[in-house]
């Protein structure tokens, strides 16, 4: 491994493919295209195999290669390898022959896929040189940031739309970041931050380091890939915010596939969004390859960007593998986080309801054909968006400690009764 | 006379490292013109073949994006401020 560059091999802009040193930079100077990594994989072949996967400790760490850092990582070394759940319940509920959940509600340390793109941004902050670490957020990326600064030592600035759930601005302040609530929708927090990065020099995970940082989502492909024996699945359906969550698990399975990790098979990309912020799933449901932006009205807060990013990519990765989008309300989305609750025993954010939702639209009408395997991508924990359903999953019970009023109140409950 | 234009850091190597400008022009695509003609280079880092703005340019005036008022045609008067910033990454 080369100690400059690891198995990086430059930057480079999506639209005209310019190339740029690998520094904090995410924009191309001549057309203001994204800037993406660009890797060695011949070096990388040499090295990742299945037994030097399989023989390193279970975290997103173990594709290291595939990770845009030069060194070891040294901020959130534990994160990823999150459980797939086979769900047999959901997957009869929803009528589809098999289905699995690639559980991220689960993921350390702050329960959301955000700890893979902040792991990987701060280990390469740290390799830049910067002391100060910031976001424009939604809300997980915030709580993201703020501990994996904490634990790294470094100083934390989030910015958040203003009116975000409780949980998730606690959530962050509980790390000593310095929190922001900006007046405004995140794209206003977005366009914001934009102009602190350019002013303040500080490393902004999705901003200046965008490059590296989106480069963390494909770990959660790989898993996916490795979790079922390494095969790529038939259905992905991934929440849609910017759009890029969409193509860097497509871009993982690419790889596997580029380095024979996994046989190159036909694999659908699906995008989920909520009805109330659907540039990218309108877009596609009318055969567009551009969106037209929204102002985002939705439960499903920590998808509600309404100028994606990468939308145009996501159109374009839904578009040639064969796969479809489509957007679910407010109330869908409720009963979208009870289903997944109720089947699998995981509880999910909103976007989590979104994607069950979604997922069950997209089987109801033969898009995921019945017959096939599809996997769901579970970004976020419940306990973060309580707010979404409280008062709309009903109250506890309340009776006296009286064995009579139990039996009086579960009277018409259908249980079995062991000493009847 | 007198509206603003903040100029994102990709672009500042074309104005001298100019954070913020002042222009003329009535219409955001007179102001392109108009930075075009004092910073050569300008118009096509801002605009594709067929004129229009990139899709990854974001061009607000006071804070609201273009696309919600009349694109290149969105009159602008004096004191307003003009901001062009790259999209961004979801978060």
């Known amino acids: 491994m080369d100690s400059k560059t690891g198995f990086m091999h430059a930057l480079k802009c999506r639209e005209c493919g310019r190339e740029y040193p690998l520094t904090a930079n995410h924009v191309c100077e001549y057309d203001f295209g994204p800037l993406e990594v660009v890797y060695d994989y011949d070096r990388i072949k040499r090295t990742l195999t299945h037994a030097a996967i399989e023989s390193r400790p279970k975290s997103m760490w173990r594709y290291r290669e595939l990770l845009p850092i030069t060194g070891e990582p040294t901020v959130g070394r534990q994160v990823g390898f999150t459980p797939l759940v086979k769900a047999d319940r959901l997957a009869a509920r929803l009528g589809i022959r098999e289905l699995w959940v690639k559980n991220d509600t689960v993921n350390y340390p702050t329960l959301s896929f955000k700890d893979r793109v902040v792991s990987v941004a701060l280990s390469r902050s740290k390799e830049l040189g910067f002391k100060v670490v910031a976001c424009a957020s939604t809300g997980n990326l915030a709580n993201s940031v703020a501990a994996n600064a904490a634990s790294a030592g470094l100083q934390a600035y989030v910015f958040i739309p203003s009116d975000l759930e409780q949980g998730k601005v606690l959530n962050s302040l509980i790390y000593g970041a310095r929190v922001v609530g900006i007046k405004g929708h995140y794209d206003e927090v977005n366009r914001l931050c934009a102009e602190i990065a350019g002013k303040f020099g500080w490393a902004f995970v999705n901003v200046n380091m965008r490059p590296y940082y989106a480069e963390g989502s494909k770990s959660l492909g790989y898993e996916i890939a490795e979790q079922l024996g390494w095969r790529i699945p038939q259905h992905t359906v991934v929440p849609m915010a910017s759009g890029s969550l969409l193509t860097k698990v497509h871009k993982a399975y690419q790889e596997l596939a580029k380095l024979g990790l996994v046989k190159a098979t036909p694999h659908r990309m699906h995008g989920a969004q909520a009805t109330g912020c659907s540039p990218i799933s309108t877009a596609q449901k009318a055969g567009l390859d551009f969106f037209k932006p929204v102002k985002p009205n939705t439960i499903a807060k920590s998808l509600a960007i309404g100028t994606p990013a990468d939308g145009f990519y996501a159109l374009r990765v839904m578009s040639e593998t064969g796969g479809a989008a489509d957007d679910v309300t407010d109330d869908e989305i409720r009963e979208g986080i009870r289903l997944l609750a109720e089947c699998e025993g995981i509880f999910a954010e909103t976007a989590g309801g979104v994607t069950v939702g979604v997922a069950k639209k997209l089987i109801a009408s033969g898009r995921i054909p019945a017959d096939e395997s599809a996997v769901l991508c579970i970004t976020g924990h419940g306990l973060k968006t309580l707010d979404a359903v409280a008062g709309h999953v009903g109250r506890a019970a309340e009776i006296k400690p009286s064995l009579r009023e139990f039996e009086a109140l579960t009277a018409h409950d259908d249980h079995p009764l062991v000493n009847a | ?91």
């Open chain 2, 1 to 91: 006379m007198s509206k603003k234009v903040r100029i994102p850091t990709p672009l500042r190597k074309l104005t001298n490292n100019e954070e913020l400008v002042e222009v003329n022009g009535s219409t955001v695509g007179e102001i392109i013109a108009e930075l075009q003609t004092r910073y050569p280079g300008f118009q096509e880092r801002l605009l594709d073949d067929k004129g229009q703005i990139r899709r990854f340019v974001n061009v607000y005036v006071n804070e609201e994006d273009v696309r919600f008022l009349d694109n290149q045609n969105t009159v602008l008067k004096e004191g307003d401020e003009v901001s062009i910033i790259p999209a961004i990454a979801g978060g």
